[in-house]
């Protein structure tokens, strides 16, 4: 998962030399060795026009990411969660996918009863808009290796 300050911007998101810049300028979060899923986007509708009973105006989307640093990235996700400053990037094998609006990062950290579950963090990344995120190719060499925040 990547999180992007919403003044960042790309030419092309498959430029690896954008990517690095983003990083330097630490204008990108890497949160390294996740998984997760992406709900694909809830249908937000208003009243038709004519024969039309609704019509399609946007959609809320959901990410769900678990996060295996639980104490390293503690301070990490209390500075997020009350920020409004960052677009989220998902990505798949070989896609990446870029909000076009601010997220609402929503993170907890759940204990369970039992000694054989991990302590990790449980993730929920909300936004609105118009469009479904777009996939790029995954610029080559940048998501190769593990980057932890601390």
Avoid at 25 to 36: E, M, S
Avoid at 77 to 88: G, W
Avoid at 90 to 115: L, M
């Amino acid at each position: 998962m990547r999180i992007i300050k919403k003044t960042f911007s790309f030419i092309d998101p498959t430029s690896p030399t954008e990517w690095q810049v983003g990083f330097a300028a630490g204008d990108i979060i890497i949160i390294p060795a996740t998984k997760g899923s992406f709900d694909g986007g809830a249908e937000v509708e208003t009243a038709g026009y004519g024969d039309q009973v609704t019509r399609l105006t946007g959609y809320n989307f959901q990410v769900e990411y678990f996060d295996p640093n639980y104490r390293l990235n503690c301070n990490f996700y209390n500075a997020l969660k009350n920020s409004r400053d960052y677009k989220f990037a998902y990505r798949t094998e070989t896609q990446i996918h870029i909000t076009d609006a601010p997220v609402q990062v929503i993170p907890k950290a759940p204990v369970q009863d039992d000694t054989t579950t991990e302590v990790v963090w449980d993730v929920i990344v909300k936004w609105a808009g118009k469009d479904l995120p777009c996939p790029f190719d995954v610029p080559a060499g940048i998501f190769d290796a593990c980057v932890v925040n601390g």
